[in-house]
C-alpha cells in the first residue's frame, strides 16, 4: 500500500486545515487507518485513528473535539479535518494504515507510512 499525503502549509491560529490521504491499491477498506504527528523537537505522536468501516474513531485527548478523522473507502481516502487550530498543532503529519489496529500505543508497529506534510500554526 502506498500512501500519498496532500494538504498541510501555515495557517493563522483559529484557523481550519484538511489533510488528505489517497492510498494505492484495491484492499484500502482491509485496513485501520489513522494520523500520526511528530511536533519539532519531539517523538511521533498518535492523533486519529478509524476503524475498516469508518463506524469507530478514535482521538488523542489533545484533539478531541477539534479534530476529524473520515474515510471514504470509494476513493480510497482518509482526511483528517483540523479546526480551531492552536500553534501546538504545529508538526509533521503523517498518514498510517495497518491490517489489525493503530492505538496510541508508543512504539506500535505499523504496516504502511505515507510521507509527511507539515503543518504550521502561527499565533
Known amino acids: 500500500v502506498q500512501l500519498v499525503v496532500s494538504g498541510g502549509g501555515l495557517m493563522q491560529a483559529g484557523g481550519s486545515m484538511r489533510l488528505s490521504c489517497a492510498a494505492s491499491?484495491?484492499?484500502?477498506?482491509?485496513?485501520?487507518m489513522g494520523w500520526f504527528r511528530q511536533p519539532p523537537g519531539k517523538e511521533r505522536q498518535f492523533v486519529a485513528a478509524?476503524?475498516?468501516?469508518?463506524?469507530?474513531?478514535n482521538y488523542a485527548d489533545s484533539v478531541k473535539g477539534r479534530f476529524t478523522i473520515s474515510r471514504d473507502n470509494a476513493k480510497n481516502a482518509v482526511y483528517l479535518q483540523m479546526n480551531s487550530l492552536k500553534p501546538e498543532d504545529t508538526a509533521l503529519y503523517y498518514c498510517?494504515?495497518?491490517?489489525?489496529?493503530?492505538?496510541?500505543?508508543?512504539?506500535?508497529?505499523?504496516?504502511?507510512w505515507g510521507r509527511g506534510t507539515q503543518v504550521t500554526v502561527s499565533s
Open positions: 491499491g484495491r484492499t484500502f477498506s482491509s485496513y485501520v
Open positions: 478509524i476503524s475498516k468501516g469508518g463506524q469507530i474513531t
Open positions: 498510517a494504515a495497518d491490517r489489525l489496529r493503530i492505538a496510541p500505543t508508543p512504539g506500535q508497529k505499523i504496516d504502511y
